[in-house]
């Protein structure tokens, strides 16, 4: 039997920055016919399931789990579909503006997300 463990929550800081970056994503998203979550399972294969802070994604709203092919943006380092695996598409570090056009085009300042 495999052991366990289990975090503790995001500090109130992680948690707000998360809920903005959400707002943030969100009319894009709803354009593109996309879903914005928080705190979703996405299985990238067999044996692997992360859980990205902020998910852009065509699962289904009722969903536990939102597989690789459905996932379109996982933030703030995004990925993109290449093939069978994810590969980095874009990275914003802190006071970089993090851009891209896939899924759909936006820009958004790590600077802005932590001015809360």
């Keep these: 039997m495999r052991p366990y463990r289990l975090s503790p929550a995001p500090r109130i ?6 809920r903005l970056l959400t707002a943030c994503l969100l009319p894009q998203a709803k354009a593109a016919k996309l879903r914005v979550t928080q705190d979703i ?6 044996d692997r399931i992360v859980e990205p802070d902020v ?3 065509s699962a289904d709203r009722l969903a ?3 597989h690789a092919p459905e996932v379109a943006l996982i933030a703030l380092r995004l990925l993109h579909l290449d093939g069978k695996r994810y590969v980095e598409h874009a990275v914003a570090k802190h006071g970089e503006t993090l851009s891209s056009d896939l899924p759909f085009p936006f820009e958004m300042s790590t600077e802005a997300l932590a001015d809360f």
Excluded: K
């Design 64 to 66: 536990v789990m939102a």
């Design 41 to 46: 399972n996405v299985r990238l294969g067999p």
């Design 55 to 57: 998910t852009v994604a």
């Design 13 to 18: 800081a992680h948690q707000e920055i998360c």
